[in-house]
């Protein structure tokens, strides 16, 4: 249903899996596993994987805690996407690559939920994308001290409010890993 003409395919996004941005994450074993299944079930299925990787004044590029977990590899082939916003779209190759491989619809993993995760949510379905969120295949960290929630809580919210987003032309939904189909024409 996207609003990007001729652009039926979908990708795969891995956001921030990084180490010194989940190093405190909520359910983060479980997470990394079911980020870990869809890589595979991807490239299974010769389905784009792009990895998101993000760096600023406090996550500096190319240090110990830029790096990806060690549990999740990315295949050389693989782009990677660097950012220095919450919108993995801003000021990054995100939007060319997607063209390049004729995609439409992204399908969302990763971290922070409350971050980086909700803003390249919203950054997608405003450029036209179907938006898919992996709702047991991302996290946050807790930031209760500052005023919010638990992390489990804001995971849950995130999942609850992205689940029926509608526009002209475009939906948001969130599904579950093993409900994940990357089929041409699939409905998650």
């Given at each position: 249903m996207t609003t990007l003409p001729d652009r039926p395919n979908t990708a795969l996004l891995v956001i921030d899996m990084q180490r010194g941005v989940v190093d405190t994450a909520h359910d983060l074993e479980a997470v990394t596993a079911n980020i870990g299944t869809l890589v595979a079930r991807a490239r299974a299925g010769a389905v784009p994987v792009i990895w998101v990787q993000h760096s600023d004044d406090g996550?500096?590029?190319?240090?110990?805690?830029?790096?990806?977990?060690?549990?999740?590899?990315?295949?050389?082939?693989?782009?990677?996407?660097?950012?220095?916003?919450?919108?993995?779209?801003?000021?990054?190759?995100?939007?060319?690559?997607?063209?390049?491989?004729?995609?439409?619809?992204?399908?969302?993993?990763?971290?922070?939920?409350?971050?980086?995760?909700?803003?390249?949510l919203h950054g997608a379905f405003t450029r036209g994308y179907d938006v898919t969120l992996v709702g047991d295949a991302h996290t946050t960290e807790d930031l209760t001290a500052y005023g919010a929630p638990a992390p489990a809580l804001v995971v849950a919210h995130t999942n609850l409010y992205w689940k029926e987003q509608r526009a002209p032309g475009r939906r948001g939904s969130t599904v579950g890993t093993a409900e994940v189909d990357f089929a041409v024409g699939a409905d998650v």
């Open positions: 996550l500096k590029y190319g240090s110990e805690s830029w790096q990806y977990v060690p549990e999740l590899v990315r295949e050389e082939a693989e782009p990677v996407v660097h950012k220095n916003y919450g919108d993995s779209f801003e000021a990054t190759s995100l939007e060319a690559l997607l063209a390049e491989r004729g995609v439409g619809h992204v399908v969302v993993t990763g971290a922070q939920t409350d971050m980086c995760i909700r803003s390249t």
